[in-house]
């Protein structure tokens, strides 16, 4: 499991790839929206093309790999 607070990230969709190539099979992420809003969030999740939105609350969305 990781937890990212998104937002700080510039450069946001290689560094959720990577994150992807490095996490194990069976794992997650879990992305806390911080200071953007969560559609800004769930944009970018999308525009990865490689994680699943799974679950989502008031603090944080979870994602599992494509």
């Known amino acids: 499991m990781v937890i990212l607070v ?3 990230i ?3 969709i290689p560094f959720l790839k990577e994150l992807h190539r ?3 099979k069976d794992g997650f992420l879990i992305l806390d929206d911080g200071h953007q809003p969560r559609e800004l969030t769930k ?3 999308s525009n990865s093309k490689v994680w699943n939105i799974t ?3 008031n603090d944080h969305l979870k994602c599992t790999p494509i």
């Open 22 to 24: 490095l996490l194990k």
């Open 10 to 12: 510039k450069e946001p």
């Open 55 to 57: 679950e989502e609350s």
């Open 43 to 45: 944009t970018k999740i």
């Open 6 to 8: 998104v937002f700080m």
